[in-house]
Each structure stands twice: as structure tokens, then as C-alpha cells.
């Protein structure tokens, strides 16, 4: 063998025992470890929304996007799970006290269109501080139609809330009355307990919390929820395991709201109570575009409650410090494992209307 071809077959023999060693393995290792998986990875449905962060940044279509702060994949045992991440304090917009980590979808649909939008998820924290005596402390919305017409108002909002020092918290949602008339601010929300309480039960002082719920869900406690809309009525259905499912209806066309004598109740305690009573046009929203919304949209907020003793928390905000805020828990965390969005054809572009909404 002469000496070239020695030295060629030496190189050659070097380049294979690198390629093979240890350290070249780690290292490719490392480079496959560095591999991003995106939420669009994991719930392949971004081309149906624009996106809205906590931070009040308008992402538009989330498709290969994440914010570390924010919007991001974590990995629990076997799954992947989108989170959703929103402080007590930042940027919020339209009337909306409140900061929000949140996909809203790129169309507007009628209530007679069939819509559908499904959901497993669980709520991995809810701000740690506010004031009890108010509603919306300590709670999150991770589910929504909202209207994208007339007064911009909410014939659902699902909720999870759950007081300090409970292990279990509670699931609900709200139908808010389309306001009669040009003025809307008489509207209210009426709310319907599904796991634990509904938004109605609040504590009696600033910082003592009432029993905690018996059949109620446990942060970090899956459950389910699939809202279909149809020919003017809206079908709920709520799952979780060891927990008895629910199911419920309600007219989005034909309003039980007209009168004030009609007012319920709970409406009566807590939104009469402070000058919103107001009634609902006949055909409800039946004149409206609606469109879905889910994430987290953190309820808790660092208002004086003076303001408003069921929106404003009252909450740590740290002056809107954010890594603060997440620090000492006064954010609100909501993780979703899957969900699924389908409207019938005749739906129309919603494109740019959702960072003017509440």
C-alpha cells in the first residue's frame, strides 16, 4: 500500500470513529433536543383564530408561534398540553378590565348557523389574591361566544374559580342579556353553577372564603366542555370524571328577559344592587354575528372594588410587573389538551374585529 493511499485510509478511519463516538452522539442529541413544539403542533386549529396576549400584543394567527411568558407548549407525563398563560395586570382592551391570554375566532357566524367549539382542559392556578366580597376574584373564563355586533355583549362565558386555601373550586357559566335599547349600561349576567357554586357565592368579609364546594374541581383536575349552537339554541354539555355530567339549553333568539318583574333573583342581589337592570330585547341576540373565544381570560384585576364589587378584585398587580405577578401567583393558568372548532359554511370573515371586544 503506498503512502497515499495510507494516508486516505487513516483520515477516512478518523472521520468514522468521530462520527461514532460518545460525544458526537450527545451532541446530536442536543440538536434534536432543541426541536420546537409549537401549540399549532398540538391543537391544529390556529388557522381558525387570531391570538390576543397577556401582554396585550396582537399576534393574529398563531400557527409556529409561542411565547415562553404566555403561549406555549409544556409536557405532562405522555401529553402535550397548549398553556395559556395571563397576569392580574397588563395591557387589556376595549371596556375589559382584564388582561387575557386568547384565541378569537376569525369568523362571525348567525345563532341559526350550526357552531361548534369542544374543549379538554385543566386550570393549573387562578390569582392567589383579591378581595372575597367580590364575584369575579380568583376566576378565569376559558371558553366564550361573544357578539360581534350591536352592544358587544356575551351570551356565554364559562368559568373555573376556586377561593385560597381550598383544594376545590368551581365551574360555571353566564348568559349576559343582550341589552333592550341603545344604552348598555344595564346589562347583567345571569350565572349557572355546574361543578361547586355559581359566580353568586362570594365571602362575607375581604378575606374570608365561604365552605369549600363538595362536588367541585380540583386545580390540575381535567374536564370537558362542548358548546353547540343551532337553529337559535345553545346546547352545553360538561364532563369530568367522577363527576356527574351536565348538560343545558338556552334560547339565544327568543329572550325570557323583557320585563323587569322577569329579572331573577340572583340578578336582583348582585347587578340590581348596583344600577344595572336593565331587560333584554325580545329576539335576544337573533340579529347578531357571533363567534367563539377560549384561552384564559383572567377574571381577577387589581380595581378597587369600590368600582365595581363584582368585576373589580382588587388584586396584587405589582404595579403591572409581570415576572412579579407570576412569581407570587397572580396570574391565572389554563392548560387545554384538546379542542375543536366547526361552523356550518355560511359563516362570514370576522378578520380584525376581535382586539376591539371585551
Same mark, same amino acid.
Request: with cysteine.
Given at each position: ?64 408561534? *409561542?411565547?415562553?411568558?404566555? %403561549? $406555549?407548549?409544556?409536557?405532562? /407525563?405522555? =401529553?402535550?398540553?397548549? &398553556? ?69 355583549? *356575551?351570551?356565554?362565558?364559562? %368559568? $373555573?374559580?376556586?377561593?385560597? /386555601?381550598? =383544594?376545590?373550586?368551581? &365551574? ?187
Amino acid at each position: 500500500m503506498n503512502l497515499t493511499i495510507r494516508l486516505l485510509f487513516l483520515a477516512l478511519l478518523s472521520i468514522i470513529l468521530t462520527n461514532c463516538s460518545p460525544e458526537s452522539s450527545a451532541k446530536d442529541s442536543d440538536t434534536q433536543a432543541t426541536v420546537t413544539t409549537y401549540p399549532s403542533d398540538v391543537i391544529p386549529f390556529m388557522e381558525e383564530w387570531n391570538l390576543i396576549l397577556g401582554s396585550g400584543e396582537n399576534v393574529g394567527q398563531a400557527n409556529r408561534f *409561542e411565547h415562553q411568558d404566555f %403561549f $406555549y407548549v409544556t409536557h405532562d /407525563g405522555e =401529553t402535550n398540553w397548549v &398553556v395559556y398563560k395571563a397576569p392580574n395586570s397588563g395591557e387589556t382592551h376595549g371596556t375589559s378590565n382584564n388582561t387575557r391570554t386568547e384565541l378569537a375566532q376569525r369568523k362571525k357566524w348567525s345563532p341559526m348557523t350550526n357552531a361548534k367549539l369542544t374543549a379538554t382542559l385543566k386550570v393549573a392556578n387562578v390569582s392567589t389574591t383579591g378581595d372575597a366580597r367580590v364575584a369575579a376574584s380568583y376566576a378565569v373564563v376559558v371558553g366564550q361566544i361573544h357578539s360581534a355586533d350591536g352592544h358587544e355583549n *356575551e351570551p356565554l362565558k364559562i %368559568f $373555573y374559580k376556586k377561593f385560597p /386555601g381550598h =383544594t376545590k373550586g368551581s &365551574v360555571f357559566w353566564h348568559y349576559e342579556i343582550n341589552t333592550a335599547g341603545d344604552d348598555n349600561s344595564g346589562r347583567w349576567d345571569y350565572s349557572t353553577a355546574v361543578w361547586g357554586y355559581d359566580f353568586s357565592v362570594v365571602g362575607r368579609e375581604e378575606s374570608t372564603y365561604p365552605e369549600e364546594p363538595e362536588d367541585g374541581i380540583a386545580l390540575g383536575e381535567e374536564f370537558s366542555y362542548e358548546i353547540e349552537v343551532k337553529e337559535g339554541i345553545m346546547y352545553l354539555k360538561f364532563t369530568s370524571e367522577g363527576h356527574e355530567s351536565k348538560t343545558f339549553t338556552k334560547n339565544l333568539i327568543v329572550s325570557e328577559y323583557t320585563t323587569v318583574a322577569a329579572i331573577p333573583e340572583q340578578t336582583q342581589k348582585l347587578f340590581v344592587s348596583i344600577g344595572q337592570g336593565g331587560v333584554e330585547r325580545e329576539n335576544a341576540y337573533a340579529a347578531e354575528g357571533l363567534f367563539f373565544k377560549q384561552g384564559a381570560y383572567n377574571q381577577t384585576n387589581g380595581k378597587s372594588p369600590e368600582l365595581n364589587k363584582n368585576w373589580c378584585s382588587g388584586a396584587e398587580t405589582y404595579g403591572g410587573d409581570i415576572q412579579k405577578q407570576y412569581e407570587t401567583g397572580n396570574y391565572a393558568e389554563v392548560w387545554f389538551k384538546t379542542a375543536s372548532i366547526f361552523v356550518s359554511k355560511d359563516a362570514v370573515s370576522n378578520e380584525g374585529y376581535f382586539i376591539k371586544n371585551d
